[in-house]
Protein backbone atom coordinates (compact mmCIF):
# COMPACT_ATOMS: atom_id res chain seq x y z
CA UNK A 1 0.00 0.00 0.00
CA UNK A 2 0.96 3.36 -0.79
CA UNK A 3 2.52 5.70 1.89
CA UNK A 4 1.93 9.00 1.61
CA UNK A 5 3.55 12.34 3.59
CA UNK A 6 2.31 16.13 3.73
CA UNK A 7 3.90 19.24 3.21
CA UNK A 8 1.81 22.36 4.02
CA UNK A 9 4.17 25.53 2.12
CA UNK A 10 3.19 29.26 3.02
CA UNK A 11 4.26 31.94 1.12
CA UNK A 12 3.69 35.32 1.97
CA UNK A 13 0.74 35.28 -0.65
CA UNK A 14 -0.36 31.88 -1.54
CA UNK A 15 -0.24 28.61 0.03
CA UNK A 16 -0.47 24.80 -0.71
CA UNK A 17 -1.01 21.37 0.64
CA UNK A 18 1.48 18.84 -1.26
CA UNK A 19 1.25 15.15 -0.90
CA UNK A 20 4.38 13.00 -1.22
CA UNK A 21 4.92 9.31 -2.12
CA UNK A 22 7.64 6.94 -3.97
CA UNK A 23 6.94 4.85 -6.97
CA UNK A 24 7.73 1.49 -7.14
CA UNK A 25 11.25 2.41 -8.72
CA UNK A 26 11.89 4.86 -5.76
CA UNK A 27 11.31 8.06 -7.23
CA UNK A 28 9.46 10.70 -5.10
CA UNK A 29 6.86 12.54 -6.67
CA UNK A 30 4.73 15.74 -5.34
CA UNK A 31 1.18 16.35 -6.10
CA UNK A 32 -0.87 19.93 -5.50
CA UNK A 33 -4.25 18.80 -3.39
CA UNK A 34 -4.83 22.42 -2.21
CA UNK A 35 -4.01 25.74 -3.01
CA UNK A 36 -5.07 29.10 -1.33
CA UNK A 37 -4.54 32.41 -0.89
CA UNK A 38 -2.26 33.52 2.12
CA UNK A 39 -5.05 35.77 3.97
CA UNK A 40 -2.99 38.76 4.78
CA UNK A 41 -5.67 41.67 6.56
CA UNK A 42 -4.78 45.23 5.75
CA UNK A 43 -6.00 46.77 8.97
CA UNK A 44 -5.63 49.89 7.47
CA UNK A 45 -2.81 52.84 7.64
CA UNK A 46 -0.06 50.85 6.71
CA UNK A 47 -1.20 48.11 9.31
CA UNK A 48 -1.77 44.16 8.54
CA UNK A 49 -1.96 41.06 9.90
CA UNK A 50 -1.82 37.05 9.17
CA UNK A 51 -5.59 35.62 9.45
CA UNK A 52 -4.40 32.51 11.29
CA UNK A 53 -8.04 31.25 11.75
CA UNK A 54 -8.44 30.97 8.04
CA UNK A 55 -5.18 29.84 7.26
CA UNK A 56 -5.82 27.06 9.72
CA UNK A 57 -9.40 26.26 8.19
CA UNK A 58 -7.53 26.09 4.71
CA UNK A 59 -5.35 23.40 6.02
CA UNK A 60 -7.94 21.25 7.68
CA UNK A 61 -9.81 22.09 3.78
CA UNK A 62 -6.48 20.36 2.08
CA UNK A 63 -5.98 17.23 4.43
CA UNK A 64 -9.81 16.50 3.98
CA UNK A 65 -9.20 16.69 0.20
CA UNK A 66 -6.50 14.05 1.06
CA UNK A 67 -9.11 11.60 2.23
CA UNK A 68 -11.51 12.11 -0.25
CA UNK A 69 -8.97 11.54 -2.82
CA UNK A 70 -7.90 7.98 -0.83
CA UNK A 71 -4.56 9.18 -0.24
CA UNK A 72 -4.61 9.85 3.45
CA UNK A 73 -0.89 11.28 4.82
CA UNK A 74 0.65 9.57 7.72
CA UNK A 75 2.87 12.19 8.75
CA UNK A 76 2.75 16.42 7.86
CA UNK A 77 5.35 18.90 8.56
CA UNK A 78 4.32 22.91 8.10
CA UNK A 79 6.80 25.12 6.79
CA UNK A 80 6.29 29.42 5.96
CA UNK A 81 8.05 32.55 6.16
CA UNK A 82 10.22 33.41 9.03
CA UNK A 83 10.26 35.95 12.10
CA UNK A 84 6.42 36.19 12.56
CA UNK A 85 4.86 34.65 15.08
CA UNK A 86 1.73 34.25 17.85
CA UNK A 87 1.80 35.27 21.65
CA UNK A 88 -0.17 32.36 23.70
CA UNK A 89 -1.48 33.98 26.97
CA UNK A 90 -1.72 31.62 29.99
CA UNK A 91 -4.79 29.68 28.85
CA UNK A 92 -2.65 29.13 25.82
CA UNK A 93 -5.03 31.30 23.93
CA UNK A 94 -3.86 33.63 20.92
CA UNK A 95 -3.45 36.69 22.17
CA UNK A 96 -4.57 39.78 19.58
CA UNK A 97 -3.65 39.03 16.06
CA UNK A 98 -0.61 37.93 14.12
CA UNK A 99 1.06 40.65 13.04
CA UNK A 100 2.88 40.65 9.54
CA UNK A 101 6.14 41.88 9.03
CA UNK A 102 5.09 43.73 6.32
CA UNK A 103 3.47 45.78 9.07
CA UNK A 104 4.37 49.63 8.94
CA UNK A 105 4.68 49.09 13.15
CA UNK A 106 8.67 48.69 12.50
CA UNK A 107 9.67 51.30 10.68
CA UNK A 108 12.28 53.42 12.54
CA UNK A 109 12.27 50.97 15.62
CA UNK A 110 15.91 50.39 14.49
CA UNK A 111 17.20 53.63 16.37
CA UNK A 112 15.70 52.75 19.58
CA UNK A 113 16.56 49.44 20.48
CA UNK A 114 19.62 47.88 20.50
CA UNK A 115 22.81 49.13 18.34
CA UNK A 116 22.59 47.44 15.05
CA UNK A 117 26.04 45.84 15.17
CA UNK A 118 25.46 45.02 18.48
CA UNK A 119 22.43 42.39 17.55
CA UNK A 120 24.99 41.28 14.45
CA UNK A 121 27.62 40.43 16.63
CA UNK A 122 25.62 38.62 19.37
CA UNK A 123 23.18 36.44 16.62
CA UNK A 124 24.84 36.76 13.15
CA UNK A 125 21.68 37.78 11.88
CA UNK A 126 21.55 40.73 9.56
CA UNK A 127 19.24 43.66 11.51
CA UNK A 128 15.69 44.10 9.33
CA UNK A 129 13.26 45.99 10.84
CA UNK A 130 10.51 43.13 10.79
CA UNK A 131 12.78 40.82 12.67
CA UNK A 132 11.08 39.33 15.70
CA UNK A 133 13.44 40.52 18.07
CA UNK A 134 12.09 44.39 16.68
CA UNK A 135 8.46 42.93 16.73
CA UNK A 136 9.48 41.96 20.25
CA UNK A 137 10.64 44.92 21.91
CA UNK A 138 7.65 46.80 20.45
CA UNK A 139 4.66 44.31 21.42
CA UNK A 140 6.82 45.05 25.07
CA UNK A 141 6.52 49.04 24.48
CA UNK A 142 3.03 48.40 23.81
CA UNK A 143 2.70 46.82 26.87
CA UNK A 144 1.10 43.46 24.86
CA UNK A 145 4.47 41.46 26.11
CA UNK A 146 2.82 41.51 29.80
CA UNK A 147 0.09 39.64 29.02
CA UNK A 148 2.16 36.76 27.20
CA UNK A 149 2.98 33.73 28.34
CA UNK A 150 4.84 32.25 25.55
CA UNK A 151 5.61 32.13 22.08
CA UNK A 152 5.21 30.01 19.05
CA UNK A 153 6.32 31.23 15.60
CA UNK A 154 4.19 31.52 12.46
CA UNK A 155 4.27 27.37 11.32
CA UNK A 156 4.89 26.73 14.79
CA UNK A 157 1.66 28.27 16.45
CA UNK A 158 -0.43 25.75 13.37
CA UNK A 159 1.16 22.57 14.22
CA UNK A 160 0.51 23.70 18.11
CA UNK A 161 -3.30 24.09 16.90
CA UNK A 162 -3.58 20.77 15.13
CA UNK A 163 -1.73 18.75 17.90
CA UNK A 164 -2.02 21.13 21.25
CA UNK A 165 1.79 20.07 21.73
CA UNK A 166 4.05 23.38 22.14
CA UNK A 167 7.15 23.55 19.46
CA UNK A 168 9.57 26.08 18.20
CA UNK A 169 11.63 24.62 15.31
CA UNK A 170 15.92 25.92 14.75
CA UNK A 171 15.30 27.12 11.71
CA UNK A 172 12.39 29.60 12.21
CA UNK A 173 13.86 30.19 15.81
CA UNK A 174 17.11 31.38 14.06
CA UNK A 175 15.19 34.19 11.75
CA UNK A 176 14.05 35.85 15.17
CA UNK A 177 17.45 37.42 15.61
CA UNK A 178 17.22 36.22 19.19
CA UNK A 179 19.56 33.27 18.92
CA UNK A 180 23.78 33.26 19.14
CA UNK A 181 25.22 32.53 16.06
CA UNK A 182 25.13 28.16 15.55
CA UNK A 183 21.72 28.52 17.89
CA UNK A 184 22.70 26.61 20.69
CA UNK A 185 21.24 28.94 22.98
CA UNK A 186 19.28 32.50 23.26
CA UNK A 187 21.37 35.54 23.45
CA UNK A 188 21.53 36.44 27.14
CA UNK A 189 22.13 40.03 26.67
CA UNK A 190 19.18 40.02 24.01
CA UNK A 191 16.23 38.69 26.38
CA UNK A 192 17.61 40.74 29.42
CA UNK A 193 16.90 43.92 27.28
CA UNK A 194 13.36 42.50 26.17
CA UNK A 195 12.93 41.33 29.98
CA UNK A 196 11.90 37.69 28.59
CA UNK A 197 13.27 33.99 29.62
CA UNK A 198 14.03 31.16 27.42
CA UNK A 199 11.66 29.41 28.43
CA UNK A 200 9.09 31.79 27.08
CA UNK A 201 9.38 30.66 23.65
CA UNK A 202 9.14 27.11 24.96
CA UNK A 203 11.04 23.88 23.86
CA UNK A 204 13.12 24.94 20.36
CA UNK A 205 14.03 21.56 18.66
CA UNK A 206 15.45 20.51 15.58
CA UNK A 207 14.04 19.17 12.23
CA UNK A 208 12.18 15.99 12.20
CA UNK A 209 11.27 16.07 15.98
CA UNK A 210 7.78 14.56 16.31
CA UNK A 211 5.65 17.10 17.55
CA UNK A 212 2.08 15.10 17.95
CA UNK A 213 -0.88 13.57 16.53
CA UNK A 214 -4.05 15.25 15.61
CA UNK A 215 -5.91 16.57 18.58
CA UNK A 216 -9.52 14.67 18.74
CA UNK A 217 -11.42 17.61 17.56
CA UNK A 218 -9.29 17.92 14.21
CA UNK A 219 -9.01 14.31 13.80
CA UNK A 220 -13.43 14.24 13.78
CA UNK A 221 -13.46 17.13 11.75
CA UNK A 222 -10.89 15.38 8.99
CA UNK A 223 -11.59 11.75 9.03
CA UNK A 224 -8.34 10.49 10.39
CA UNK A 225 -5.02 10.39 12.36
CA UNK A 226 -1.67 11.67 11.10
CA UNK A 227 1.65 12.49 12.97
CA UNK A 228 2.97 16.00 12.80
CA UNK A 229 6.93 16.79 12.90
CA UNK A 230 8.63 19.57 12.89
CA UNK A 231 9.84 20.16 9.30
CA UNK A 232 12.37 22.98 8.18
CA UNK A 233 10.08 25.08 9.34
CA UNK A 234 11.28 28.46 7.62
CA UNK A 235 10.78 28.26 3.81
CA UNK A 236 14.18 28.97 3.16
CA UNK A 237 15.77 26.84 4.89
CA UNK A 238 13.09 23.68 3.15
CA UNK A 239 13.96 24.90 -0.43
CA UNK A 240 17.52 25.03 0.44
CA UNK A 241 17.53 21.65 0.88
CA UNK A 242 14.93 20.73 -1.48
CA UNK A 243 17.67 22.14 -4.26
CA UNK A 244 19.59 19.16 -4.41
CA UNK A 245 22.21 21.89 -5.36
CA UNK A 246 25.84 20.85 -6.30
CA UNK A 247 29.10 21.67 -4.38
CA UNK A 248 30.30 24.91 -5.75
CA UNK A 249 26.93 26.27 -6.90
CA UNK A 250 25.60 29.82 -5.37
CA UNK A 251 22.10 28.92 -4.11
CA UNK A 252 18.87 31.49 -5.08
CA UNK A 253 15.62 30.69 -3.77
CA UNK A 254 13.35 32.19 -6.16
CA UNK A 255 10.00 33.29 -4.83
CA UNK A 256 8.51 35.92 -2.97
CA UNK A 257 11.84 36.73 -1.63
CA UNK A 258 15.02 36.29 -3.35
CA UNK A 259 17.45 34.66 -0.94
CA UNK A 260 20.91 34.18 -2.58
CA UNK A 261 23.44 32.57 -0.68
CA UNK A 262 25.46 29.09 0.55
CA UNK A 263 25.27 26.33 2.89
CA UNK A 264 28.04 26.40 5.10
CA UNK A 265 29.34 24.60 8.25
CA UNK A 266 29.84 27.91 10.53
CA UNK A 267 28.74 31.70 10.79
CA UNK A 268 30.65 34.14 9.32
CA UNK A 269 30.48 37.03 11.46
CA UNK A 270 32.80 39.71 9.71
CA UNK A 271 32.30 43.72 10.04
CA UNK A 272 32.12 43.03 5.78
CA UNK A 273 29.45 40.29 5.76
CA UNK A 274 27.02 43.01 8.00
CA UNK A 275 27.69 45.44 6.08
CA UNK A 276 26.83 43.74 2.86
CA UNK A 277 23.44 42.91 4.13
CA UNK A 278 24.25 39.31 4.69
CA UNK A 279 22.44 36.96 7.26
CA UNK A 280 23.40 33.83 9.41
CA UNK A 281 20.26 31.72 9.39
CA UNK A 282 20.15 28.30 10.19
CA UNK A 283 18.91 24.90 9.43
CA UNK A 284 19.78 21.59 11.03
CA UNK A 285 22.22 21.52 13.88
CA UNK A 286 25.25 22.52 12.48
CA UNK A 287 24.47 23.94 8.88
CA UNK A 288 24.57 27.86 8.94
CA UNK A 289 22.58 29.40 5.46
CA UNK A 290 25.20 32.44 4.77
CA UNK A 291 22.79 34.27 2.40
CA UNK A 292 20.86 37.67 1.25
CA UNK A 293 17.32 38.58 1.45
CA UNK A 294 16.69 40.42 -1.64
CA UNK A 295 12.96 41.78 -2.36
CA UNK A 296 11.78 39.20 -5.19
CA UNK A 297 8.79 38.15 -7.24
CA UNK A 298 6.86 40.22 -4.97
CA UNK A 299 8.01 43.48 -6.92
CA UNK A 300 6.68 41.90 -10.19
CA UNK A 301 3.46 40.54 -8.34
CA UNK A 302 2.48 43.89 -6.86
CA UNK A 303 3.16 45.63 -9.91
CA UNK A 304 1.29 43.37 -12.42
CA UNK A 305 -1.70 43.53 -10.10
CA UNK A 306 -1.41 47.09 -10.26
CA UNK A 307 -0.25 47.59 -14.12
CA UNK A 308 -1.27 44.38 -15.95
CA UNK A 309 -4.56 43.03 -14.22
CA UNK A 310 -5.73 41.30 -16.46
CA UNK A 311 -2.95 39.80 -18.01
CA UNK A 312 -0.76 36.30 -16.36
CA UNK A 313 2.74 36.76 -15.37
CA UNK A 314 3.96 35.27 -18.36
CA UNK A 315 2.83 38.23 -20.51
CA UNK A 316 4.91 40.55 -18.05
CA UNK A 317 7.87 39.11 -19.23
CA UNK A 318 7.12 38.91 -22.55
CA UNK A 319 6.67 42.48 -22.55
CA UNK A 320 10.08 42.91 -20.69
CA UNK A 321 12.26 41.23 -23.15
CA UNK A 322 10.66 43.51 -25.74
CA UNK A 323 11.53 46.25 -23.50
CA UNK A 324 14.72 48.76 -24.46
CA UNK A 325 14.55 50.60 -21.02
CA UNK A 326 17.76 50.84 -19.52
CA UNK A 327 17.08 51.62 -15.45
CA UNK A 328 17.59 49.53 -12.94
CA UNK A 329 17.40 49.89 -9.07
CA UNK A 330 18.11 48.69 -5.73
CA UNK A 331 15.83 45.40 -5.05
CA UNK A 332 16.44 45.92 -1.22
CA UNK A 333 15.11 49.58 -0.81
CA UNK A 334 13.03 49.37 2.48
CA UNK A 335 10.43 51.40 0.16
CA UNK A 336 9.62 48.05 -1.70
CA UNK A 337 8.77 46.04 1.28
CA UNK A 338 5.07 47.04 1.38
CA UNK A 339 4.41 50.80 -0.55
CA UNK A 340 0.77 51.95 -1.22
CA UNK A 341 1.60 51.41 -5.28
CA UNK A 342 4.39 49.27 -6.09
CA UNK A 343 4.80 51.15 -9.29
CA UNK A 344 5.20 54.68 -7.14
CA UNK A 345 8.11 52.74 -5.22
CA UNK A 346 9.49 51.90 -8.44
CA UNK A 347 9.36 55.46 -9.94
CA UNK A 348 10.95 56.79 -6.89
CA UNK A 349 13.94 54.53 -7.00
CA UNK A 350 14.60 55.27 -10.69
CA UNK A 351 14.15 59.29 -9.92
CA UNK A 352 16.54 59.02 -7.42
CA UNK A 353 19.04 56.49 -9.90
CA UNK A 354 18.27 59.42 -12.40
CA UNK A 355 16.68 57.68 -14.81
CA UNK A 356 13.79 58.63 -16.85
CA UNK A 357 10.50 56.65 -15.77
CA UNK A 358 9.48 54.02 -17.32
CA UNK A 359 7.06 54.94 -20.60
CA UNK A 360 5.20 51.40 -20.60
CA UNK A 361 4.56 47.90 -18.96
CA UNK A 362 7.23 46.06 -20.44
CA UNK A 363 9.94 48.88 -19.41
CA UNK A 364 8.65 48.76 -15.46
CA UNK A 365 8.88 44.95 -15.49
CA UNK A 366 12.66 44.62 -17.17
CA UNK A 367 13.58 47.52 -15.10
CA UNK A 368 12.16 44.72 -11.97
CA UNK A 369 14.01 42.09 -13.27
CA UNK A 370 17.51 43.44 -14.37
CA UNK A 371 17.60 45.03 -11.03
CA UNK A 372 17.15 41.66 -9.90
CA UNK A 373 19.70 40.35 -12.19
CA UNK A 374 22.83 42.99 -11.22
CA UNK A 375 21.79 42.77 -7.47
CA UNK A 376 22.20 38.51 -7.94
CA UNK A 377 25.61 39.13 -9.71
CA UNK A 378 26.58 41.95 -6.81
CA UNK A 379 25.73 39.55 -4.40
CA UNK A 380 28.01 36.39 -6.17
CA UNK A 381 30.67 38.38 -5.58
CA UNK A 382 30.19 38.90 -2.47
CA UNK A 383 29.69 35.73 -1.27
CA UNK A 384 32.98 34.15 -3.12
CA UNK A 385 35.28 36.81 -1.71
CA UNK A 386 33.64 36.32 2.02
CA UNK A 387 33.76 32.80 2.04
CA UNK A 388 36.97 32.31 -0.21
CA UNK A 389 34.84 30.36 -2.53
CA UNK A 390 35.35 29.66 -6.26
CA UNK A 391 31.61 29.45 -7.61
CA UNK A 392 30.96 26.94 -10.68
CA UNK A 393 27.63 28.04 -11.14
CA UNK A 394 24.16 29.69 -9.72
CA UNK A 395 20.90 27.31 -9.26
CA UNK A 396 18.00 29.19 -9.02
CA UNK A 397 14.81 26.96 -7.72
CA UNK A 398 11.38 27.71 -6.44
CA UNK A 399 8.04 29.77 -8.09
CA UNK A 400 10.65 32.12 -9.89
CA UNK A 401 13.15 29.42 -11.47
CA UNK A 402 10.68 29.30 -14.30
CA UNK A 403 11.13 32.99 -15.70
CA UNK A 404 13.34 32.27 -18.09
CA UNK A 405 14.54 35.88 -19.12
CA UNK A 406 15.59 36.37 -15.46
CA UNK A 407 17.87 33.19 -15.89
CA UNK A 408 19.32 34.59 -18.99
CA UNK A 409 20.02 38.21 -17.58
CA UNK A 410 21.24 36.44 -14.65
CA UNK A 411 23.57 34.25 -16.86
CA UNK A 412 24.77 37.42 -17.92
CA UNK A 413 25.33 39.67 -15.32
CA UNK A 414 27.41 36.92 -12.74
CA UNK A 415 29.22 35.17 -15.94
CA UNK A 416 28.12 31.95 -14.48
CA UNK A 417 26.00 29.14 -15.75
CA UNK A 418 23.16 29.47 -14.54
CA UNK A 419 21.00 25.94 -13.57
CA UNK A 420 17.14 25.38 -12.48
CA UNK A 421 15.00 23.86 -10.32
CA UNK A 422 13.17 22.39 -8.28
CA UNK A 423 10.47 24.73 -8.56
CA UNK A 424 8.96 22.83 -6.04
CA UNK A 425 11.81 22.73 -3.76
CA UNK A 426 10.41 24.00 -0.54
CA UNK A 427 8.01 21.45 -0.38
CA UNK A 428 10.22 18.95 -1.31
CA UNK A 429 12.65 20.05 0.91
CA UNK A 430 10.02 20.22 4.01
CA UNK A 431 9.48 16.58 3.29
CA UNK A 432 12.77 15.02 2.95
CA UNK A 433 13.32 17.14 6.46
CA UNK A 434 10.20 15.35 8.48
CA UNK A 435 10.97 11.74 6.63
Not at 366 to 381: D, G, I, N, T
Request: hydrophobic share 40%.
Amino acid sequence: MKRYEAAVDIGATSGRLLLSSLSEEGKRSLEEVHRFKTPLVDDGDGHCHWDAAALFAEILAGLKKCRELGKEPYLLGIDSFGVDYALLDENDHLIGDVVSYRDARTSGVKERFMAPERLFELTGIQPMEFNSVYQLYLDRESGKLKKAKGLLFFPCYLAYLLTGKKVNELSIASTSGLLIPGGGSFSEEILRELGLAPSFFYEVAGAGTPIGHLKEEVKEAIGFDLEVRAALSHDTAAAFLGSLAKEGEILISSGTWSLIGILSPEPCLSKEAFEKGFSNELSHPGEVRFLKNISGMWMANRLKAEILPDEPITKAVELARMSSYAGHFDPTANELMNPSTMKEALDLLLRRGGYALPKTPGDYFKAVYVSLAKEYARSVKELARLTSMTPRGVRIFGGGSKNLYLNELTAVETGLPVFTGPSEATGLGNILSIL
